[in-house]
């Protein structure tokens, strides 16, 4: 919409799959938004806005989707998923595939990224100076990564028919463990750039041209882990004396 001297355009997005999974646990959120403004503040000078933002929501199983499927495809047709058919007591598997093995058993990745970018550009062209022409250009990118793994220790089984017991197989992901990956990028542009030409008697032709650009990269990462001695996915819990903290991290400028 808009007028003679101002335009403008915004939309606004929403996406929410379940994924491949019954338990919903590989689905995928997205909200989006975009959005520009034209003016023409002035005879010579005129305006351009430009923004769009993105947020991204990913979570998966501790055991990811592919690994999920393609366990479904290689184990033996003769293991089943849970011992004596008890969905309490998860089967224990030769192949260390579990297909069953879904978020509230084996923990989870949850993957979130923001991203912002915008800019404005203005362009000058007075009509006093025939030839004349400036303008200037600049904008801003921001990119939040934040990657969780919560890996959950989890009991498998096998079923002894003649005492009728379950008994305990192997421990997967022992000790449990939270691992948290973070990664911001930013960027900055500058651009500016004045022009003039002259045409002299109506042959010669004289044209000059002065540019400028600035450009700022800036990154840093970080990665923090935790072993547990309890199953609670919070780095604040556990016992100190047991559990293993480590966290390292880096920060660049270009």
Same mark, same amino acid.
């Given at each position: 919409?808009? $007028?003679?001297? +101002? ?11 379940? =994924? ?20 023409? +503040? @002035?005879? *010579? ?5 430009? @923004? ?15 690994? +999920?499927?393609? =366990? ?36 989870? #990745? ?17 009509? #006093?100076?025939?030839?004349?022409? *400036? ?83 800036? $990154?840093?990462?970080?990665? +923090? ?18 559990? #293993? ?10």
């Amino acid at each position: 919409g808009g $007028s003679e001297k +101002i335009k403008y355009y915004t939309s606004l997005g929403y996406l929410d799959e379940m =994924g491949l999974l019954k338990s919903g646990d590989d689905s995928y959120k997205k909200y989006n938004y975009r959005s520009s403004v034209t003016a023409q +503040i @002035s005879d *010579a000078l005129s305006a351009t806005f430009n @923004s769009d933002g993105m947020w991204e929501d990913h979570p998966e199983a501790g055991l990811p989707t592919w690994n +999920i499927l393609m =366990g479904a495809n290689v184990i033996f047709p003769t293991t089943k998923p849970f011992a004596n058919d008890n969905p309490v007591y998860l089967q224990q598997s030769v192949d260390f595939v579990y297909p069953f093995a879904n978020a509230d058993i084996a923990g989870y #990745y949850d993957t979130k990224t923001k991203t912002f970018q915008s800019n404005l550009a203005l362009d000058y062209k007075p009509k #006093y100076i025939p030839g004349f022409t *400036a303008n200037i250009y600049g904008s801003f990118m921001n990119v939040d990564y934040q990657k969780d793994h919560w890996s959950k220790k989890f009991q498998t089984y096998n079923y002894d028919k003649i005492s009728g017991k379950y008994i305990a197989g192997t421990l997967v992901n022992s000790p449990s463990s939270l691992s948290t990956d973070q990664a911001n990028n930013q960027v900055y542009l500058i651009k500016g750039q004045v022009n003039y030409e002259k045409l002299f008697f109506e042959k010669h032709k004289i044209a000059i041209s002065a540019n400028y650009e600035i450009r700022q990269n800036t $990154s840093a990462q970080y990665n +923090i882990s935790k072993q547990f001695f309890i199953d609670m996915p919070y780095y604040f819990e556990g016992n100190s004396e047991v559990d #293993y903290v480590s966290a390292n991290g880096s920060r660049n400028r270009t």
